[in-house]
């Protein structure tokens, strides 16, 4: 343990900047007009030291833990601190020099004092749209990142407080919604100005030579604790390998994600992806900054959640990622559908350490959220100038675009039974109640319920699956599918079942029934039917050793033995 | 709403050890007791009650014009799982919509997930569906299956379940599915106790309604049971008036209206201090309050604006969503009873783990050997060891410092007084960054507030807080620690009526939403009429003898794409200016709270309307003692050494005893001001004044 400066005021400051990134988060998400920043809190605040190394960062959706530290940096490499003045804004999304997907915009503003950076707000938000080939950027068929929309890389926005109306029109004229798009910059840039003046502040109480000297420490701080609790787990090397289902585009190739964990004892852990399938054609490909995240998660997830998050924490981590490979693809291949991947290599890096600490760690989750987004128009006004108008060409009516997620169940642990419909690891995000699709979409929820024996079965059950049955009152309606686990099962562990398979069919007007494979684009009319099954978790233990009650307890509740399917 | 002359009112406060009782005598004295609780017999707590009011304080029951109860019944029948087992129907296909909530979980890291929605309100096989719904306008898309649902009911009957919640989609758009459903239900099983989602919570999201609607059912039974005996007791000890209770919003309502809406009780206790510490402010002329009301485990935080406590629309228990109107308390989980600690790298933390009640902190001198805040406060000699809580709890000051400095002073290195100064620090920046984010999530500032010390704990911590966040003033009432049940008296009787509405601003018509806006005057009405206040409406403004109806109209308005609302007060009075302004309004708040605004549309999302009466009720300053001189000197130099902040040694602090302080006296930090229920902490750089009403007022002097 170090000498110390001043144990008390360390922890007084760390309460500030905590609060200090909450209230940025805060109002970025109030101010948010984009649904999938509020409902999905898809979107993330960190403060920054002037090395770029983050001092606090926001609770939020975990898929962002290291994104922002790669924006920074290529900020930072594109203009040096040196050369950032009171005022500025940087903006960057290009995944290819630091972002994650295009639709995440990162802002980033410097703190000068004296003529000195001395820290940084950052925050990133997931646009509702940043061009591209299809509407919401998040493009299934995309074959290269040229079809996901506008790439940009570290730009300055603005100068000494001014905004360079010539970049901010160049965006404006390259998505679909430009007003909403700056709505959400300037939910950005407002929460990013919360937090410099409440630094600012802060700096003018303690004394910046004080405070950056303490925010060394918390850095300090926080890695020696993250080393303790890693040096705390058996030293080796532990393999897991999964599988996803494709790519969207060659719909028969499986891709494996394969990691080895290596705790050296001495409190460092370092991930090797060397195993992993080559990178694909389809949008899957995941950048380094998401696959950190994802380390990132695992090594918070795997040592203590008392330690306070910050750059320090993830100082005892290398990432090793073979060129080329789905975790390191080389430009242009498309990553807009990083998600599922990020998700995946998590929860391979608990299952890597299920092996050996089966007492600790879950089964696998399903690891997977079903993401269906639903495209089309309302139908016209009847009786309307628009409808009546003769020998024109009908008008289009009002266009909707809405997303939900669909969770699977979560993994069995020694004691527990895994938990039905959850989010886990790296997402979070909330399904649509059937009341605000109903009213945003001409298509109607007829069925919300928990999957009956989709749980991997053992001493404790796996979470079961969902199941969810849309219809559809005005055609087409097009839907984005991106499902998972519909070729790989959730894992069990130590004797547990695996979960059940995901499965998704259309039921057409007219009788006929089609598979849905993983991942696609649907087109269905009005009558038509998609009723989606999502994953079950893996189970835990022998089956042979759940106690009678628990197998009573599943009959009545008919989440065993009353499946139809 | 005062009780008539020559009537007392009474508040009664039940707590899960001691039961505070208040009562107002016809001269206008207040006294005050504490009485031990008997939890397993409300009547039981009510004729003692009424016993000690008529032998200690000469009361006639017959002269009592008001009884008012805030209860944490609804609360601990949901944490101790002891709500009524519960039925719960949904519409075809949507069983399992309690179970599945939203998706989302509260705890990221956890890779052992537990269950996130309150399963345990009705188990999956307590829950059935059946073919009942509406469309997005509000038509029929499923008419009820009357035999279905009477089949379903059989069922859950037989498992023996004593209430249903019925939650059909789209029934706030028309209830007559659920009405219809409900009626049949009595026909056949009139025992069971009914909750509809479209009466509970009519509006959108159909998880969210059917949590309020099944917490609702879960503890109907419960409350019912525990009201009527109650009423009993009262009416076996004679006692006329009517039992009132105070409900999650801060207002009062009878036990009738409370009975058929018992969901609307989970924040009865907290919502009686907000109004104690809206109370406070409002004796000495502050309307803008941050009240931290400091127990053994928690610290809560309480705002009002313009005298008036925040009220949050869509409240939670357990991290469940409740969605009904609560006083917006922010509670803390750091307290007296907070453990300090070190962590792996050697910093001092304090939380969330507390002492609990057994062993308690360590100069309890029960076995605690680790040091908590209150261990901090008495080694830095701030409470006087011998007489705690009035004398009730013996203070081992050698216990404390021993568990400070073996636990925190000698591993960093540092005396006890610093270590025990450093606990301070650390708890402080905890609930100073707390109550930071709290205001800031309304859209207030705290610098322009008072900062009102609730509970024991408060006055140990108010100014170093007010220190910490610019705060210039704390305000100290007279009763700290029993405040809540004095707020009972001065609690407005409220009700408040919502219906979705979701329409464009732009697009809206204002015949229609007047239209709507009059049928939910029709619904508080009727709930005025029930407890007999239906005179309240017919007076008009030259009439200033009775009391007072007051009517607000409210609309949750959001911009379009947007999901969270902000409640905006809505100008009835002229329908041609009444969406334009509602329009600007909206705007006006949203950049008051979000700090940016822009000119796109916003739509409608609720209407409300809220009736209400004023209590009326005014402390006032009897018992005080008087004729002192206006400096505190008129109390013998009694003194004690203690440690503060920012000096090297000990200082001479003088005690003073809160019961001897004259309206108008004066004193200067550092002092400490003694009384039964708390201890007030007057650091050096403070002054303080004791109002005409009693309260302290302490005030940072200008640097």
Not at chain 1, 6 to 25: C, F, G, K, T, W
Not at chain 2, 200 to 208: G, L, Q, S
Not at chain 2, 381 to 390: C, H, I, Q, S, Y
Request: charged residues 20%.
């Amino acid at each position: 343990m170090k000498p110390v400066t001043d144990p008390v005021l360390l922890e007084v400051i760390r309460y500030r900047l905590e609060s200090i990134v909450e209230e940025m988060q805060w109002s970025l998400i109030r101010g948010s007009f984009s649904p999938v920043v509020k409902e999905a809190l898809d979107a993330s605040c960190s403060l920054f030291d002037a090395d770029g190394t983050v001092i606090a960062q926001s609770r939020s959706n975990p898929s962002h833990l290291g994104s922002l530290v790669f924006s920074v940096r290529s900020i930072l490499a594109q203009y040096p601190v040196t050369a950032m003045e009171d005022g500025d804004v940087y903006i960057m999304n290009d995944p290819y020099l630091g972002g994650t997907h295009l639709p995440d915009i990162a802002l980033v503003m410097p703190l000068v004092v004296d003529g000195y950076v001395v820290a940084m707000s950052a925050s990133m938000a997931h646009q509702v749209d940043v061009g591209g080939i299809m509407a919401g950027s998040v493009p299934t068929h995309a074959t290269e990142i040229f079809h996901e929309g506008l790439r940009l890389p570290a730009l300055r926005l603005a100068h000494r407080g001014v905004i360079d109306d010539g970049l901010l029109r160049l965006i404006r004229q390259n998505v679909r919604l430009p007003d909403t798009l700056q709505g959400d910059l300037n939910a950005q840039l407002a929460a990013g100005k919360i937090a410099l003046r409440r630094l600012a502040e802060t700096g003018v109480r303690y004394g910046w030579p004080q405070l950056t000297g303490l925010f060394a420490e918390l850095l300090d701080r926080s890695e020696a604790m993250t080393r303790q609790a890693l040096a705390a787990l058996p030293a080796g090397t532990y393999h897991y390998v999964d599988f996803l289902d494709n790519d969207g585009i060659d719909l028969d190739r499986r891709i494996r994600i394969e990691v080895a964990v290596t705790l050296d004892g001495k409190g460092n852990v370092a991930f090797d992806f060397e195993g992993t399938s080559p990178q694909v054609r389809g949008p899957l490909n995941i950048v380094p900054s998401g696959v950190h995240s994802a380390a990132f998660y695992g090594v918070r997830a795997i040592t203590d959640p008392a330690i306070p998050t910050n750059g320090g924490c993830f100082r005892p981590v290398t990432v090793k990622l073979p060129p080329r490979s789905l975790v390191n693809p080389d430009a242009p291949a498309p990553v807009n559908g990083r998600t599922p991947v990020m998700k995946r290599i998590a929860s391979c890096i608990v299952g890597a350490l299920a092996q050996v600490l089966p007492e600790r760690f879950p089964a696998a989750s399903a690891a997977s959220v079903l993401v269906l987004a639903f495209g089309g128009e309302w139908p016209r006004e009847p009786g309307s100038a628009d409808a009546t108008a003769a020998g024109a060409p009908p008008p289009p009516g009002r266009r909707f675009v809405v997303t939900d997620l669909i969770n699977g169940g979560s993994g069995a642990a020694l004691g527990h039974d895994g938990i039905d419909g959850i989010a886990t690891d790296m997402t979070n995000g909330m399904s649509l109640a059937a009341e605000v699709l109903e009213l945003e979409a001409p298509i109607r929820l007829l069925r919300c319920a928990i999957r009956p024996d989709s749980g991997g079965v053992g001493r404790f059950r796996g979470g079961c699956g969902l199941e969810r049955e849309y219809l559809v009152l005005h055609g087409p309606v097009s839907i984005s599918h991106r499902g998972e686990r519909h070729y790989a099962q959730a894992p069990g562990l130590a004797g547990g079942g695996d979960g059940a398979l995901a499965t998704s069919e259309i039921l057409r007007a007219d009788g006929r029934i089609e598979t849905v494979p993983s991942k696609g684009m649907l087109v269905l009319q009005a009558g038509d039917r998609l009723r989606v099954f999502t994953p079950g978790g893996g189970g835990y233990g022998p089956p042979g050793e759940r106690s009678a009650e628990a197998m009573a307890e599943d009959l009545l509740s008919g989440k065993v033995g009353a499946s139809t399917r | 709403m005062s009780a008539g002359a020559g009537q007392a009112i009474v508040g009664i406060d039940i707590g899960g050890t001691f039961t505070d009782l208040v009562c107002v005598l016809p001269d206008g004295t207040l006294k005050l007791a504490k009485l031990r609780s008997t939890p397993s017999n409300p009547a039981r707590a009510v004729l003692d009650a009424v016993a000690h009011l008529r032998d200690a304080w000469g009361v006639d029951p017959a002269s009592i014009g008001r009884f008012v109860h805030g209860t944490t019944v609804a609360t601990n029948a949901v944490i101790e799982r002891k709500g009524a087992r519960i039925g719960f129907i949904a519409s075809e296909g949507f069983r399992d919509l309690l179970e599945i909530g939203r998706g989302n979980r509260r705890e990221i890291y956890d890779t052992v997930l537990k269950p996130q929605a309150p399963v345990f309100l009705a188990p999956r096989h307590l829950r059935r569906d059946v073919p009942a719904r509406l469309d997005a306008q509000g038509q029929v898309v499923q008419a009820l299956d009357e035999t279905a649902l009477l089949a379903a009911v059989d069922e859950l009957v037989a498992l023996e379940v004593r209430a249903i919640a019925i939650v059909f989609l789209f029934s706030f758009l028309d209830p007559s599915q659920e009405r219809r459903a409900r009626e049949l239900i009595l026909r056949k099983h009139p025992q069971l106790a009914v909750s509809l989602s479209s009466e509970v919570d009519p509006a959108f999201r159909e998880y969210e309604r059917a949590c309020v609607t099944a917490f609702d059912a879960y503890v109907k039974p419960v409350l019912d049971q525990y009201l009527s005996q109650m009423e009993q007791g009262l009416a076996e000890a004679g006692v006329p008036a009517r039992l009132q209770i105070m409900q999650s919003r801060g207002g009062v309502s009878s036990a009738g209206v409370a009975r058929a809406r018992p969901v609307r009780l989970f924040l009865s206790g907290p919502a009686a201090g907000a109004i104690g510490g809206a109370m406070t402010g409002r004796a000495v002329g502050r309307r803008d309050l941050i009240s931290v009301d400091i127990g053994g485990t928690s610290c809560d935080i309480a705002l009002a604006a313009d005298g008036v406590p925040l009220l949050r629309s869509e409240g939670s228990i357990e991290g469940h969503p409740v969605r009904v109107a609560m006083v917006d308390v922010n509670a803390i989980g750091a307290g007296g009873g907070s453990l300090a600690w070190l962590d792996g790298a050697g910093t001092l933390r304090v939380g969330p783990h507390s002492a609990g009640a057994d062993p308690g902190p360590a100069c309890y001198a029960r076995g605690g050997t680790e040091p908590t805040v209150t261990d901090a406060s008495l080694a830095l000699g701030w409470l006087d060891p011998a007489n705690f809580a009035g004398g009730t709890v013996a203070l081992d000051v050698d216990c404390a410092r021993a568990a400070i400095d073996a636990r925190i002073a000698q591993p960093l290195r540092l005396d006890v007084e610093r270590a025990a100064l450093g606990i301070h620090r650390v708890v402080n920046a905890q609930m100073a960054e707390g109550i930071r984010l709290a205001s800031i999530h309304r859209g207030i500032d705290p610098r322009g507030f008072s900062l009102v010390a609730l509970g024991g704990g408060g006055g140990l911590h108010a100014c170093a807080l007010a220190e910490e966040l610019d705060i210039a003033e704390v305000l100290v009432p007279r009763h700290p620690g029993v405040l809540s049940a004095i707020g009972l008296l001065a609690a407005p009787v409220e009700h408040e009526a919502l219906v979705a509405c979701a329409r464009p601003i732009a697009g809206a018509d204002p015949t229609e939403i007047l239209a709507r806006l009059s049928a939910l005057d029709a619904d508080c009405a009727a709930a005025m009429r029930e407890e007999g206040h239906a005179q309240a409406y017919a007076h008009d403004a030259a009439d200033a003898a009775g009391p007072r109806m007051t009517i607000r109209h409210l609309a949750d308005v959001c911009f379009i794409g947007q999901s969270s609302y902000v409640s905006v007060p809505l100008a009835s009075g002229d329908p041609s200016t009444m969406l334009p302004r509602l329009y600007e309004d909206f705007l006006h708040a949203h950049e008051r709270i979000y700090g940016h605004s822009s000119r796109e549309p916003a739509r409608i999302v609720n209407l409300r309307s809220v009736h209400g009466i004023e209590a009326g009720f005014v402390q006032e300053a009897g018992g005080l003692p008087v004729g002192r001189s206006d400096e505190a000197g008129g109390q013998p130099g009694r003194t004690r050494r203690i440690r503060l902040p920012g000096t090297q040694a000990a200082v001479e602090a003088r005690i003073i005893d809160r019961t001897r302080l004259a309206p108008g006296e004066r004193f200067t930090g550092p002092a400490l001001i003694e009384q039964i229920d708390t201890t007030t902490l007057v650091p050096i750089g403070w002054t303080g004044e004791v109002a005409p009403s009693g309260e302290l007022i302490l005030r940072r002097q200008a640097t």
